[in-house]
């Protein structure tokens, strides 16, 4: 049995990624519905090699749907899940809307996939910065518990949409070209410069993006007693985030049991040459499914400490890969679970 998917925000940043993921993992689609706002309806996208035209969304638009992927923004989601859920159709949504509902599973399917199973017509796909993080962080946490992760985030335009990415290339070319460029899509000049994160401030001094980062961990790790505290920034890279972890655990974590730890985890890749000072870099990760995890060291400054150094495809794993990994739990396990069932019977 096949699906019929939808795509909410098919022409944006993730939404090209999400119909490239379920071309590449042949994810079972029986019919493919592009959807975006008016401004771009008509435009043709190809999807096994045919093209489709892309529609306007509307609240009729999940009739016969299956499953719709959203990233078209927080208020696109807030707007349209009612009319997605009553239609029948699973939301797995890539914004930040019902992250902390907690009727809502927020999953990372290497950390917590049981928790999609457990859905009431939507999942939360977390904050890109956040599985990222998750991929190197659990593994460990699960072998030693983490008491503490100071991180510092390195952060692609890619997460700020389509329009941030062109803005990165433009503003690169026009300095370049010794040409004045005025910022549309970020607050500041983003060319061979790198600001704190552009998620609104709040009260206490840390933007949103870093609160994100530590309450959803808390979230889908299901462990208050890990704290995080973060300092994200911009830097002028096109689609993948680097992350410095420096992580304190209860226990002692050797740096051999970590680096073994982390070559059996998950989606995860260790990429390093110690000798030639090679260590993963985003173009490393640019396309690629893995988080590519290194520079495992034990702090020197604390006891049960150690600094990890973590890169991956903001897009991808951060988050068009890890929604269609939530619903292939969902959707295709049931479908495998019921002709098992039924060769039983
Ligand atoms: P459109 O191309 O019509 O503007 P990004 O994250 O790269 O900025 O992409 C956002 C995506 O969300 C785009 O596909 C965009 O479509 C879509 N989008 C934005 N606002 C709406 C809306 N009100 N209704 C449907 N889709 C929307």
């Known amino acids: 049995m096949g699906f019929n998917v939808c795509i909410v925000g098919a022409t944006g940043a993730v939404g090209v990624e999400f119909i490239k993921v379920l071309e590449r ?11 975006a706002s008016k401004r771009s309806a008509g435009t043709t996208l190809q999807f096994r090699g045919k093209d489709h035209v892309v529609q306007e969304l509307t609240h009729d638009s999940f009739k016969s749907q299956h499953l719709a992927l959203f990233s078209a923004s927080g208020k696109v989601s807030r707007d ?18 019902f992250r902390m509902d907690p009727e809502v599973p927020l999953v990372v399917p290497e950390v917590n996939p049981d ?24 593994p460990l946490h699960r072998a030693v518990p983490i008491r503490r992760v100071v991180a510092a985030t390195y952060q692609a335009a890619s ?14 070319r026009a300095w370049l070209d010794g ?58 890279v096109l689609r993948t985030h680097a992350e410095a972890l420096n992580i304190e655990f209860a226990a002692p974590m050797p740096v051999a049991r970590a680096y073994e730890l982390l070559r059996k985890a998950p ?34 400054t604390l006891p049960n400490t150690l600094d990890v150094w973590v ?3 903001q897009l991808l794993k951060g988050a068009a890969l890890n929604a269609i990994q939530c619903a292939e739990l969902v959707l295709v396990g049931a479908v495998a679970r019921n002709k098992v069932a039924a060769a039983k019977a």
């Open 25 to 35: 993992r042949n994810f079972p689609v029986d019919k493919l519905l592009l959807l």
């Open 80 to 97: 349209y899940r009612d009319s997605c859920v009553k239609a029948g159709c699973l939301m797995v949504d890539n914004s930040s809307a």
């Open 115 to 138: 928790a999609a199973k457990a859905h009431k017509g939507v999942i939360a796909n977390p904050n890109c910065t956040t599985i990222i993080a998750l991929l190197a962080l659990y």
């Open 159 to 172: 997460g700020a949409g389509h329009a941030a990415m062109e803005e990165l290339q433009d503003s690169t």
């Open 179 to 236: 040409k004045p460029f005025t910022p549309k899509a970020l607050p500041h000049p983003y060319a061979f410069n790198l600001f704190p994160h552009n998620s609104p401030m709040t009260d206490n001094g840390y933007c949103e993006e870093e609160l994100k980062m530590a309450r959803e961990s808390v979230k889908i790790m299901a462990d208050p007693s890990v704290r995080i505290t973060a300092t994200c920034v911009r830097v002028p």
């Open 267 to 300: 989606g995860v890749t260790v990429l390093e040459d110690r000798a030639r000072n090679r260590w993963p870099m985003p173009i490393d990760a640019a396309g690629e499914d893995d988080v590519f995890v290194g520079r495992v060291r034990q702090d020197l």
């Open 311 to 313: 890169v991956g495809d």
